[in-house]
Nanobody, 127 residues
Framework: QVQLVESGGGSVQAGGSLRLSCAASGYTYGTNCMGWFRQAPGKEREGVAAVSTGAGRTYYTDSVKGRFTISQDNAKNTVYLQMNSLKPEDTAMYYC????????????????????WGQGTQVTVSS
């Protein structure tokens, strides 16, 4: 079955960096969209970044452009989210998700279009 396993969350001070990883298995990687979403307490889940695993095209929400970078290692079926210049407002539970409906243009940034989700990893940024 499809599995997404995240790692790399933690606590940092504002201005610091973290890198999240998401290892995917159970389906044909390279034909879909992989995304990172986040959800803070009391807020809706929002899309952070995504990559079309076949074409490599990337997508970002405005608040993280220039600070976050999504990348992938197709040989390892793994997607990364490099987060730099972190701010307290980036504090949230971060989730990796996969849409098996093709490239991200079909699904991003709608969470309901993503079929599979990881367990989440907490990112806490202190001021």
């Amino acid at each position: 079955q499809v599995q997404l396993v995240e790692s790399g969350g933690g606590s940092v001070q504002a201005g610091g960096s973290l890198r999240l990883s998401c290892a995917a298995s159970g389906y044909t990687y390279g034909t879909n969209c992989m995304g990172w979403f986040r959800q803070a307490p009391g807020k809706e889940r929002e899309g952070v970044a995504a990559v079309s695993t076949g074409a490599g095209r990337t997508y970002y929400t405005d608040s993280v452009k220039g600070r976050f970078t999504i990348s992938q290692d197709n040989a390892k079926n793994t997607v990364y989210l490099q987060m730099n210049s972190l701010k307290p407002e980036d504090t949230a539970m971060y989730y990796c998700a996969a849409s098996l409906e093709g490239g991200c243009w079909r699904s991003w940034p709608r969470a309901d279009k993503f079929n599979y989700w990881g367990q989440g990893t907490q990112v806490t940024v202190s001021s």
